[in-house]
């Protein structure tokens, strides 16, 4: 089992950064692919950026190089910094982290982020 814990939200103007931060623990040596995922009101909950193991990171194409991924060595701490942002990117944002084995996915309980025009 591996427990994520998201903080960093709130509330931001637009043209605004956050920097998100999760808190891993539980089984670290599982753990692989880890990435953030978010949620805004009446829609599904969509990639937003990942990073591997080797470290390569994944972006979705909204981000338009507005957001940063990073992640600790020891894999018990990641981030998202987020600049440049837009009323649309109000969503609530959750942590997620892959079983290396298994290919299980734990979650974080979310942290709203909420952009104002």
């Known amino acids: 089992q591996v427990q994520l814990v998201e903080s960093g939200g709130g509330l931001v103007q637009a043209g605004g950064s956050l920097r998100l931060s999760c808190a891993a623990s539980g089984s670290i040596g599982s753990v692989g692919r880890m990435g953030w995922y978010r949620q805004a009101p009446g829609g599904q909950r969509e990639l937003v950026a990942t990073?591997?193991?080797?470290?390569?990171?994944n972006y979705a194409d909204f981000v338009q190089g507005r957001f940063t991924i990073s992640r600790n060595n020891a894999k018990t701490a990641l981030y998202l910094q987020m600049k440049s942002l837009k009323p649309e990117d109000t969503a609530v944002y959750y942590c997620?982290?892959?079983?290396?084995?298994?290919?299980?996915?734990?979650w974080g309980q979310g942290t709203q982020v909420t952009v104002s025009s």
């Open positions: 990073v591997r193991s080797d470290g390569n990171s």
């Open positions: 997620n982290a892959r079983n290396k084995f298994t290919l299980i996915n734990y």
